[in-house]
């Protein structure tokens, strides 16, 4: 057992449900308890989905308990294949199945001769594999799968597109920032002249699957997703991919190399040079940004970087080579790949950190003083106890963290809008040190006064007592809609009753 | 309890029980708080953590006084022992925190490895001198607020039976020794005029009453207050703010329920401590407020005075929000069993409800409640809704998209998906969390059921109500 307040990646079956329901027309069985289906929640409210996430679950009670599941899983995914005709449905285990030990592989066999849609058992073990490495993991399951179906067929397609041809793979439902990324990076491949063969798993249809070969190569622009399928379709189909996040400029420019190189070896002659040079120097600010004189105010500022590999090895790199700042700490919670991380953030950073304690790395940040944190919301909430400003740069995150706006991390326009997100993180700082040293904005005394400072009306010890247990923002308003109330009413002691009474009359 | 229930005229029905809901171990959320002294640690594993901390949000932030025993591989292949690991968890919950009380959230996973929390606590309890407590909040069993049921019909147990050993109370402090002061007052209301009401700090002499359910602490107030009105003397809350200050219950005593879903709580209190539990209908709008009042006093032998002004000054004070919603529609999908209680308040508003579903419907306890709904159905000339217990969601979204009802009060899954659709809705949740009891709180519920369709027709004009380009498929 393990004392535990918060975790930064999921259980494993968070990672499945983000493939299947990134996927269109796919949809999800949970074998699980009642209330395991918050990832609907999470979906519907985070990242504001007008459509039913296509999650059910089939529910374990004391019955199934004593009986095991028995047909009800079998319904539950036939039932789903009539009702919405899904091309896949992918049963998902969960930590209360596998230690059930059912046969979910038998269900799926079961079902499947019913079934219209084709039936799936994700390949999960709940214990030993978190929620990134489980959406790992399913998508090359899925990828897997419809290629194996395809052969068989005799479905596959033949040969490669005839122009240069890119399959972006990573991009999910959930993923930080993942909707603005893809944007960028199809304009990205639109610029070199690339055209992109697909994406998955976001907004892809299984069908769309076997026409994965097609395509020249492989983008993964996330490390923690899409690495399994890049390596499947290596192995499998010969496919070339490459890995390298393209965030910040340097990176961006040495991910767009990569690519020239596979094309060069395909006999394409393209040279993307003067683009990268035009993008770098021209239209994208970041580069201009760092030479000039507000960046130099940053020079040698110390800050901790934690998140996810992509990100915080990618933050760190801009920080500390694109921008000048000195990470006094770099750290990930992917303790599974730490070796990768350490060696992405070798030479960038005083120290590496490896953790999925929240505790360890707040302990950290309050020995350290950084002068801003770049993390995940956990961090964001320990640079606010600790008056440190904060950027968010990775999951876990919040629904601020699902803009609206096109706010993309990766390519020339994520590289403008990480150095805002840098910048505004300083110069609240810096604010914040002058507003201490000077005071504050307003030091006359005549604002705090409330309109009841001279009244004729004094609060009772239980009066008080409840009006503090209003929140504090509404507290003012109740304060003084209270006392009118009483001097109305003609009272000259305000009591917990005289204000309730004050609440119910004039919703004070 | 002493109504029985006989409710032949509402239609019931059973679903499937495919539904959204949250998992019941949420009631740490709000429990720690309320229970100022405790720690609340919930044994499971990665999949209830990552709930509670999506579900709860920025409260966690705030150093909560509520862990995870995170299970691991060793403790499901009883590798490790689980004695030993609890005893090592809490005592260092001890050395941090050091709780007044330890509350153990069995979960599903405990349930299944078949972990003996119950027979591991008094152990422990004894070895590192902490109460705990184990309640079995699951999703096996049970839905969203009955966590907070399981929660208090352990700690019901602990209730002391007699009153502790007085250490000399000094004059001052009489005012916290509710029961002293009641026994020594008693006689002394008795000579008051019965139709004026009784001064200050004078209460009836009757037996001592007991309320259950946890509310934040400004409902609490008002709810004592309300009794105090009539007379009635609230000797204690089932939870109160410390668990050092649980409540007296003797053999006899009176409780009654402020929330719909406390049916164990209520078994516990009349089983185990021989309490006798007033049936009444629910502290939910003036309507259930007056009723609830009501009952209690005809239970305690007091003629209850005044309420036909306040109830109608309520309602006056609230018409403007209740303009707003006369007339118009509501379904409840179900997810957190205050459903009965609210659409009995909100057809006495004009509303009509053509279906409640409900987790689990607990015909005994809420025996008043549903005959107190039947009657505002037939007083308000509208029909009787059918009530779905453990609904099926999906079942129940081809239905709302064919009747359209004007306000669909559901969970935050498919609140959106709704909206989208040109549905108004309310998360169901918010009324978890809001203070919606007693007559002072009526605007506050209405705010939020009229919140949407405030909204909605203010944007009304803009024709964007149907957000989504396929028909609305599901």
């Known amino acids: 057992m393990k004392l535990a307040y918060w975790m930064y990646a999921g259980p494993a079956h968070i990672g499945t449900l983000r493939i299947a329901s990134s996927f269109k027309n796919v949809h999800a069985i949970m074998h699980a308890p009642l209330g395991d289906d918050y990832f609907n929640v999470m979906r519907s409210m985070l990242s504001r989905e007008r459509d039913f996430t296509p999650v059910t679950t089939s529910v374990v009670d004391r019955h199934v308990l004593a009986r095991g599941s028995q047909e009800k899983v079998v319904d539950n995914i036939t039932r789903k294949d009539k009702e919405e005709s899904p091309d896949l449905i992918v049963l998902t285990p969960t930590c209360t199945s596998s230690i059930l030990q059912e046969d979910l592989a038998n269900f799926v066999e079961r079902a499947q001769i019913d079934a219209d849609g084709d039936v799936m058992l994700a390949d999960v073990n709940h214990y030993r594999a978190n929620e990134l490495q489980a959406a790992d993991r399913t998508l090359q399951q899925i990828v897997d799968f419809y290629l194996k179906k395809a052969a068989k067929q005799g479905d596959l397609p033949e040969g490669k597109t005839e122009q240069p041809s890119v399959n972006i793979i990573g991009i999910t439902t959930l993923g930080f920032h993942n909707n603005h990324d893809i944007t960028e990076l199809k304009r990205l491949m639109a610029d070199l002249g690339i055209t992109v063969n697909a994406v998955i798993p976001e907004g892809a249809s299984v069908h769309e699957l076997k026409n994965l070969p097609k395509a020249w190569f492989n983008l993964i622009p996330y490390r923690e997703i899409g690495s399994m399928t890049a390596e499947y379709l290596l192995r499998e189909h010969d496919m070339p991919y490459v890995d390298i996040t393209p965030m910040g400029v340097v990176e961006t420019a040495r991910c767009i190399r990569a690519i020239q190189k596979i094309l060069n070896e395909r006999g394409v002659d393209a040279n993307y040079d003067q683009f990268i040079d035009d993008q770098t ?140 997100l840098i910048y505004n993180s300083f110069t609240l700082g810096m604010e914040d040190h002058l507003l201490e040293i000077f005071g504050g904005h307003d030091t006359k005394e005549a604002i705090t006064q409330t309109l009841s400072a001279d009244a004729d009306l004094s609060w009772t010890t239980d009066g008080l007592k409840e009006l503090k247990r209003v929140p504090g923002f509404v507290r003012g308003k109740v304060k003084r809609n209270t006392e009118k109330f009483a001097r109305e009413q003609g009272h000259t002691e305000i009591t917990a009753e005289v204000m309730y009474a004050a609440k119910e009359a004039v919703g004070a | 309890m002493t109504t029985t229930a006989n409710t032949s005229a509402l239609e019931f029905d059973c679903d499937t029980g495919n539904y959204h809901t949250f998992c019941p171990i949420s009631c740490v959320a709000w429990l720690y708080q309320k229970i100022e002294d405790s720690f609340f640690l919930v044994i499971g594993t990665k999949t209830c953590g990552y709930f509670l901390q999506n579900a709860m949000g920025v409260m966690i932030f705030a150093e909560p006084r509520y862990a995870m025993a995170e299970l691991e591989e060793g403790d499901i292949s009883a590798k490790l022992n689980d004695y030993e690991e609890l005893k090592r968890l809490c005592l260092q919950i001890k050395r941090d925190r050091n709780p007044s009380v330890i509350v153990w959230i069995g979960t599903c996973t405990t349930e299944i490895i078949k972990t003996d929390l119950e027979g591991i606590a008094p152990k422990l309890e004894g070895e590192i001198g902490i109460p705990i407590v184990v309640a079995r909040a699951n999703g096996l069993d049970y839905a969203f607020t009955q966590g907070e049921d399981t929660v208090l019909a352990a700690m019901a147990q602990r209730c002391p039976t007699e009153e502790p050993a007085t250490p000399a109370v000094e004059p001052e402090k009489q005012e916290r020794n509710g029961i002293g002061k009641l026994l020594s007052l008693g006689r002394k209301t008795e000579a008051a005029a019965p139709d004026e009401a009784p001064a200050a700090d004078e209460y009836y002499d009757h037996t001592p009453l007991i309320l259950f359910g946890s509310v934040p602490n400004p409902v609490v107030t008002q709810l004592n207050l309300e009794l105090k009105k009539q007379g009635v003397k609230v000797s204690g809350w089932l939870p109160e703010n410390r668990y050092t200050d649980l409540p007296v219950i003797k053999e006899g005593y009176f409780a009654s329920g402020v929330n719909p879903f406390l049916s164990r709580t209520a078994s516990t209190l009349m089983r185990r401590k021989k309490a006798k539990v007033i049936g009444a209908p629910f502290p939910i709008g003036p309507d259930g407020t007056r009723a609830w009042v009501e009952k209690i006093c005809s239970v305690l032998d007091i003629e209850p005075k005044g309420l036909d002004e306040r109830e109608a000054k309520i309602w006056e004070s609230v018409e403007d929000y209740v303009s707003l919603i006369r007339g118009k529609s509501v379904y409840f999908m179900g997810d957190n069993l205050l459903e009965i209680a609210m659409a009995r308040f909100l057809i006495r508003c004009g509303m009509t409800v053509p279906e409640i579903g409900i987790p689990y419907m607990d015909k005994r306890f809420q025996g008043a409640e549903l005959q107190f709904l039947e009657r505002t159905c037939e007083e308000m000339g509208v029909p009787k809704p059918k009530i779905t217990e453990k609904p ?83």
């Open chain 1, 281 to 420: 120097r021209f239209a994208s600010q970041a580069a201009w940004f760092s030479r000039s004189i507000d960046c130099q105010n940053l020079t040698g500022k110390r800050c901790v970087v934690f998140g996810d590999n992509t990100h915080a090895a990618a933050l760190t790199k801009i920080l500390s080579r694109e921008m000048g700042l000195k990470v006094v700490l770099a750290g990930t919670y992917c303790k599974y790949d730490d070796a990768w991380f350490r060696n992405q953030v070798d030479g960038y950073c005083d120290e590496v950190l490896v953790s999925e304690d929240n505790g360890a790395i707040a302990d950290k940040i309050a020995q350290l003083e950084p002068a801003a944190i770049f993390g995940t919301q956990m961090e964001r909430h320990v640079g606010k106890r600790l008056n440190i400003p904060c950027g968010v740069i990775a999951a876990p995150i919040h629904v601020q963290n699902f803009p609206v706006g096109y706010r993309p991390f990766l390519g020339y326009e994520g590289a403008n809008q990480v150095v805002d």
């Open chain 2, 392 to 474: 099926d969601n999906y079942n129940q979204i081809q239905r709302i998209l064919e009747i359209e009802p004007d306000l669909v009060i559901t969970g935050m899954a498919h609140a959106n998906p709704l909206e989208a659709r040109g549905i108004n809705t309310k998360w169901s949740v918010e009324f978890t969390f809001a203070q919606i009891h007693g007559f002072g709180n009526t605007r506050d519920i209405l705010e939020l059921v009229t919140r949407p369709l405030r909204r909605n027709s203010n944007l009304k004009e803009l024709g964007w109500d149907k957000l989504v380009k396929e028909d609305a498929k599901v």
